[in-house]
């Protein structure tokens, strides 16, 4: 019988070979991953950003450390606790910018390593974002909230010295709270510039929607590009932001790009002569390809380099002779750094990126390019949390930190392999990968965790996940796909599920299930299923269809299309992109794509799970399923995590213990080899 990780965790001691080897949940406590390198111009230092997990606080750190090239000098640029955010080097390599906060103060530091100084330069009333070097070094540029007031509620008597509930709050604004934030105060982001010598920053915009947070300074260091949407624009318009040019001096703003379609990072050549950005024309489509397009400097005969590639483009750097950019692109499940020349020619440098978080395996990570052609990124694999890597294609590259292997040295940590399969449905080819449990034989039979990505348009590949691992750990095998909708496997692949969604996802799903049962080490009496947001979505289609799950866990879903769009936190998106109609347009549409009109048809033992403070998927959708499967008598339980939003596992270490805890608990109370070994 299977100890639920609950049980391991607070009640029970582990099976000795457990104990031995497997990954324990205390574990999750000494994990630590690299994530947003940044190499010196010169290329004699790198910053990267350390989270590590605190256990004393619940909490993830983000510390900053300094290592060379060569691996050597490795150390933190301070040792108090104070998060750390945005490392950002001089022009000169001598000085290291970056956000800190502590004791509810929030500034800019500049770290000079030559004398190992910390100096405060500028304190922040509202945090600030896209921390970016003048070319001279004089000046910093940041994005920073500034705030309006709100609308005046009625008027009410004088209330003395009485004490009275807080005031009515008033809104007009379609987007007035946003998942992981809460409630929105009003007002916002502008670009400041700061005067380093004389700690005093002055706001350069005034922007009606406010400003993005990735800009640039211009070559010669006398204007700021930046992205915004100038439109009178009450939230409910779809996103077209462009890109501006602010001269710094007279302030006078000039459109630089005017399509349909939003285009944002810019980045100006080297020599000034041209401009680089991100965008795409909208189609109004589930998903786009993010492009990489180049201009002149004034914005004329902008043309795209990556149209043919077929795969979206993120992070654009130009490299230092101007012949072409480095961006970061996904591609079969796997992060790739890319060089793109002006003629267009892609040509991958590395791949194996992998990001800082430790829940689930999706695609991410970050890179970094040094004036000299040195690059670092993280990377990653499916037995490891993100590692920083530097070098160059000439001389190889080298893995410079070990940041787990204290923890996860003497641990089993399951390999994950590769499968790919057709879907039952048409055909079309399907990847995945599986881990499996310790001490596994083929020769035997196990039970098997099919678990869903959310998105719907992301993407799962092979690296490190803690919740998997825990899984993997307690006897399972642990089965994740990209189904039809994930990206990195191109437009039309995607778009598979645009204004169909859910559907024939749900047949590359059980296709999966299906290869692995055919491998003849599956127990088919003992399949589950899980997964989180549009996995959660999934899971709920899936029970709706088949009875062939023994337990489900539905974690943080849409329920209810109809509720959803107008309940979520971005209203002006889901109907315009994901059904074309609005729901009073079409209900039809809305309600044949909601799980919840096949919940009279489950009959699976089914696990509500969402976070209590959630606006993305709101909870009342994970309530109403729950509340139909109590009347329809099905076995069911509501579990609440409390305050957190959205991304569950991300938000606390205990946070990410109990999600799997609760979903082992569930599976293993309705194991069918449970109740066996009970009778």
Known sequence: MLRSLACLLFLAPLPAWAQDSAL?????????????????????????????????????????????????????????????????????????????????????????????????????????????????????????????????????????????????????????????????????????????????????????????????????????????????????????????????????????????????????????????????????????????????????????????????????????????????????GSTHVAFVSLDGAVERRVSGLGGAAFGRPYTGGSFSIADTGDMAYTAASGTRPAELVAGNADSGFSTLTSLNEDVLGDRYVSQVEEIRFASPHDGLEIQGWVLYPPGFDPEQTYPMILEIHGGPFSAYGPVFSAEFQLMAAQGYVVLYTNPRGSTSYGYDFANEIHHAYPGNDYHDLIGAVDHMVERGFIDEDRLFVTGGSGGGTLTAWIIGQTDRFAAAAVVKPVINWASFVLYADLPQFFSRYWFGVEPWEDPDAYWQRSPLSLVGEVDTPTLMMVGGADVRTPAAETEQYYSALKLRGVPTELVVIPDSYHSISNSAPSRLLAKVAEILRWFERHDPAAAEEEE
Do not use: C
């Open 24 to 332: 324990e949940p205390l574990d999750v406590f000494s994990l630590e991953a690299a994530s947003q390198p940044q190499f010196a111009p010169d290329g004699s230092k790198i910053a990267y950003l350390r989270a590590s997990n605190d256990i004393a606080t619940d909490s993830t750190r983000s510390a900053i450390w300094l290592i060379t090239p060569d691996g050597e000098h490795h150390q933190a640029i301070d040792d108090s606790g104070a998060a750390m955010a945005s490392p950002r080097w001089s022009p000169q390599s001598d000085r290291l910018a970056y956000i800190r906060s502590q004791d509810d103060v929030t500034s800019i530091n500049i770290y000079t390593p030559a004398s190992a100084s910390d100096e405060q330069v500028f304190e922040l009333t509202g945090g600030a974002g896209g921390l970016s070097w003048s070319p001279d070094g004089k000046f910093l540029a940041f994005a920073g909230f500034v705030p309006e007031p709100g609308l005046p509620p009625a008027a009410l008597p004088e209330r003395g010295e009485n004490e009275w509930s807080a005031p009515a709050r008033v809104e007009d604004r379609l987007v007035f709270r946003i998942d992981g934030i809460g409630m929105l105060p009003r007002g916002g982001q502008q670009l400041f510039i700061l005067d380093i010598a004389q700690g005093t920053a002055r706001q350069v915009t005034e922007e009606r929607n406010g400003s993005g947070s990735d800009f640039a300074w211009s070559a010669d260091g006398t204007a700021l590009l930046f992205s915004t949407d100038r439109r009178e624009n009450d939230g409910t318009l779809a996103p077209d932001n462009e890109i501006y040019r602010l001269d710094i001096e007279s302030g006078e703003i000039t459109a630089l790009t005017d399509r349909r379609g939003p285009d944002n990072a810019p980045r100006p050549s080297p020599d000034g002569e041209m401009i680089a950005y991100l965008g795409y024309n909208d189609r109004l489509m589930g998903y786009h390809n993010s492009e990489l397009y180049v201009a002149a400097a004034d914005g004329s005969e902008p043309r795209s380099l990556t149209a043919a590639l077929d795969r979206s483009v993120s992070s654009p750097v130009w490299a230092a002779d101007g012949s072409g950019l480095y961006v970061q692109m996904d591609d079969y």
